[in-house]
């Protein structure tokens, strides 16, 4: 193995029924480096930091660790650690009723016989020497959650801890937070830990890290030094796109301004969502785009109302309306078809009629149930447009496929001849072949007159289908681009902070 | 294609039932083994002079007509709630005390007073229920924590509408409510099971109760966003369960003529979620069947029935009921199922193979 090198992975593969998650990638982390694995959604990110640790077994590739020789299996997280291989997940997995010391050292194979006296003393150093601001003794309930995360890290590196993995630690701090774990990530670092950051904040990574892993699809799409890789191009890699050969640009007149909106928001916001602005003209196809965690999915909940709306002011075809919760949108003629399929959408055990009626139904009202020859029809009719491949109407939803599973979410909300319809990744997850079929829908939606809005991680098919895009980044809209400023490059650019 | 698609659907929608249809079938067979006349159903003339029919089976299908009403609600409450309500029986007893309070309280019990009285026994019990109802699906607390409440206090409050131990009610009304209407010489609960049956079925029919409560107990946030309303459903299930306590607190109470607040409908909680559970029903919640939970109750009614026939002692009846629930709870469980799911397909497979061969032949 290399010199300075901590933790090498080498050709890993990694399969789930159905799915690549991870095809021969390399991975090397150096002595007293910070090192950000980045990609989007479904990359690889989590399954390779659980092929280190242990949890998952890997399918093939080879792993050295420093001061190991030869190929490392390493079965289980506790296994992990006594390899000096520690992790500190995003949700903090300590117990907020025990004391900061307890949570240091309890649970760890040595410490059976607790003595607590020489246990607070160890602790009381570790921190001191780590400059974390809490005592031993006091209730870690009782920390702010950045110094939570402290002590989850202090846990971390108190036994002979040679790579951290720090799984998106800063997602719910204050940027005066965020400091001070950066702070503790550089005395680390200092002391010849080898860290690997996995965040999705862009300038979090440029402020600590020293390099840079992109994952895409589960392939490894290259390593980087920081300095060589500016913030647009780390946005391209991630989405999959290289700068050069972005130059084709797609003019597209399909923006509707004149007339009154379809839909229309001022200053909206709910409970998980900034307030922002929107509008939406009769057969426009839009989209929102950003990063995961750029608040464009709470955005479109909040027209929807699927969280909790704390203000704006809407406006449904020119008219003043209040919508607080899906039921106000499915009534002023808005579907939504939400990001987390498997969560939100699907009523797994229901057959596929059930799914497919479901919205209309309950629009029609609770004491007008369908007739059984209804249901048939609307479902037979459904699931032969978009041509849903299930054994019947019957089967339970759960068993299809999962472009199959989308197609009925859709077909439950085409049902409803909604005016506006959101899609949240209708194409997630799903084969080629549906996702241009779903891309071929919207486009004849519009067509149709019904306004739509789209989002998708893949921004290549935004810009094939939206005719507007609203950029966004930590939560805020950063920019709006139409027509010629429909590119990917300008795109990336935007997300980027690079625009105009 | 059709055809394997119909087979699919009989499989899809009554396989549950297998589970209680299979364990009534057992207790059944058992007792035709153990003693044909179990079976025996005759024409005799009561006390007061109407002829009615007898037997075993007859008492079986009486004795479990509270049952049976009861695991119909709470079948409900499990869908939508994805939890059981163990104060069915303590709110039984508080509208069985209003039922009595009320024709005590009037002047003379007519018909009038005894539809009074029943009214009066629901609206009550569908408000306790709703209290219940609130602190589920308002306050979100675990539906058995929140009708601990209710189980803990329910019949004191039953105590307290009368004011005294057992009083009675006495008139022809009240005994064809308990027994038999003259000329009918089948005993008026089970007809009443029977007409909440009719009534459930009909508000399945006419209503979208069971798409909703599905969809409330199979995804809650699901359910949110295409618009249903799964704080009104999970209300609305408790305040069904409530007008099933009170018809069967009114039978209860119509059977003896007097109400004991102590001891009316004892117990009777834990057998109306087991009939949900040996109906095939999830007790998490979600997809659910009715006509299950009804089979659970009369199966286990059946099995009470067959341990007194045999003459075990009553103080040994518990033990015995335990050991036959274990047998059907094992039976309905996801291991033995998988179990016999293979060792069907097994055979079926070897059944088409033969019939495959013998028409290449």
């Known amino acids: 193995m290399e010199n300075g090198v901590v933790l090498s992975m080498r050709n890993i593969s990694k399969s789930f029924p159905g799915v690549k998650a991870l095809q021969n990638v390399d991975f090397t982390l150096r002595k007293g480096e910070i090192h950000a694995l980045m990609g989007e959604n479904g990359a690889g990110k989590s399954t390779l930091i659980k092929v280190i640790t242990g949890v998952y077994p890997r399918d093939a590739g080879q792993c050295f660790v420093e001061g190991i020789d030869g190929d490392v299996v390493i079965h289980s997280p506790e296994e992990a650690q006594e390899r000096g291989i520690s992790t500190v997940y995003q949700e903090i997995t300590l117990c907020p009723n025990l004391t900061v010391a307890e949570n240091m050292y309890i649970g760890r194979g040595k410490y059976n016989f607790v003595k607590w006296k020489d246990m607070e003393k160890k602790a009381g150093a570790l921190l001191d020497s780590l400059n974390i601001p809490a005592r031993p003794k006091q209730q870690l309930g009782s920390c702010s959650l950045a110094v939570q995360q402290m002590v989850a890290i202090a846990r971390a590196v108190d036994t002979d801890c040679k790579v951290l993995i720090l ?8 940027d005066k937070e965020v400091a001070m774990l950066f702070k503790l990530m550089r005395d680390l670092k200092a002391r010849g830990v080898g860290i690997l950051f996995v965040t999705h904040f862009l300038e979090q990574v440029y402020e600590v890290c020293d390099r840079i892993t992109v994952l895409r699809n589960g392939e490894l799409v290259g390593e980087y030094e920081i300095e060589k890789l500016p913030q647009v191009e780390l946005v391209a890699k991630m989405m999959g796109k290289e700068l050069e050969g972005l130059s084709e640009i797609k003019s597209s007149d399909k923006a509707v301004d004149s007339g009154t909106p379809v839909y229309q928001a001022q200053g909206l916001s709910s409970s998980d969502a900034k307030p922002f602005d929107f509008k939406i003209a009769r057969g426009e196809v839009n989209g929102f785009t950003g990063l995961l965690g750029s608040g464009r999915s709470e955005s479109v909940r909040a027209i929807f109302g699927a969280d909790r709306v704390t203000g704006g002011h809407v406006t449904v075809e020119g008219k003043p309306v209040k919508i607080n919760k899906p039921f106000d949108a499915m009534k002023h003629g808005i579907g939504y078809l939400p990001e987390d399929r498997k969560r939100d959408g699907i009523i797994a055990d229901l057959s596929v009629r059930d799914n497919i009626i479901l919205a209309l139904q309950v629009m029609k009202g609770f004491f007008k149930p369908f007739s059984a020859a209804e249901k048939e029809k609307f479902a037979d009719e459904y699931i032969k447009a978009l041509d849903i491949k299930t054994a019947s109407a019957d089967t339970p939803i759960k068993s299809l496929s999962g472009g199959n599973q989308q197609k009925v979410i859709l077909a439950r909300w085409l049902l409803t001849h909604p005016n506006y319809l959101i899609l949240d990744e209708p194409t997630r997850g799903i084969d080629i072949g549906t996702k241009t079929e779903i891309q071929r829908l919207v486009l004849k939606l519009a067509d149709d007159g019904v306004s739509v809005t789209f989002i998708s991680s893949e921004i290549e098919e935004m810009l094939r289908t939206c005719s507007r895009l609203i950029v966004m980044r930590d939560r805020n809209i ?18 980027a902070g690079g625009a105009e | 294609m059709a055809k394997k698609s119909f087979a699919a659907k009989i499989r899809n929608e009554y396989s549950q039932l297998l589970v209680p249809l299979v364990a009534l079938a057992l207790i059944i067979l058992f007792n035709l083994f153990r003693d044909p006349g179990f079976f025996s159903i005759s024409l005799a003339k009561n006390n007061l002079g109407n002829t009615v029919l007898q037997g075993n089976l007859i008492s079986t299908l009486n004795g479990a007509s509270e049952l049976a009403i009861l695991a119909m609600g709470m079948t409900l ?23 009595v309070k009320v024709l005590r309280g009037s002047a003379g019990v007519t018909p009038l007073t005894v539809a009074l009285g029943i009214l009066g026994g629901i609206v009550v019990a569908m408000l306790f229920a709703s209290f219940s109802g609130t602190l589920v699906a308002v306050f979100k607390i675990q539906p058995m924590i929140a009708t601990l409440i209710l189980y803990t206090c329910g019949r004191s409050i039953a105590y307290w509408i009368n004011g005294g131990a057992t009083p009675t009610v006495e008139s022809p009304i009240i005994n064809s409510i308990g027994s038999f209407i003259p000329g009918i010489p089948i005993p008026t609960p089970i007809l009443i099971v029977i007409v909440v049956g009719i009534l459930f079925s009909l508000l399945f029919r006419f209503t979208n109760l069971r798409l909703y409560t599905q969809t409330v107990g199979i995804n809650q946030g699901a359910a949110r966003l295409n618009g249903i309303n799964s704080v009104g459903i999970k209300l609305l299930s408790f305040v069904l369960l409530g007008g099933c306590c009170a018809i069967a607190g009114v039978i209860g109470v119509s059977r003896l003529g007097l109400i004991n607040h102590e001891t009316l409908l004892l117990d009777v909680e834990m057998d109306a979620i087991l009939s949900v559970a040996i109906g095939g029903n999830l007790l998490g919640g979600g997809k659910f069947k009715m006509s299950g939970s009804i089979l659970g109750a009369y199966a286990i009614q059946a099995l009470t029935i067959t341990l007194y026939a045999m003459k075990v002692p009553s103080t040994d009846i518990k033990a015995y009921k335990a050991i036959v629930i274990i047998l059907i709870v094992a039976m309905g469980s996801p291991v033995v199922k998988e179990q016999m799911n293979r060792l069907w397909k097994k055979l079926a497979g070897k059944g088409s193979a033969a019939k495959f061969r013998r028409e290449a032949a």
């Open chain 1, 167 to 174: 799984d998106e630690p800063t997602s719910s701090l204050d």
């Open chain 2, 77 to 99: 409450v499990t869908a939508a709630c994805g939890g059981q309500d163990i104060s069915v029986g303590a709110v039984a007893a508080i509208a069985g005390s209003v039922f």
């Open chain 1, 478 to 495: 950063v920019g709006e681009l139409r027509g010629g400023q429909l590119t990917q490059d300008q795109v990336m650019r935007t997300i």
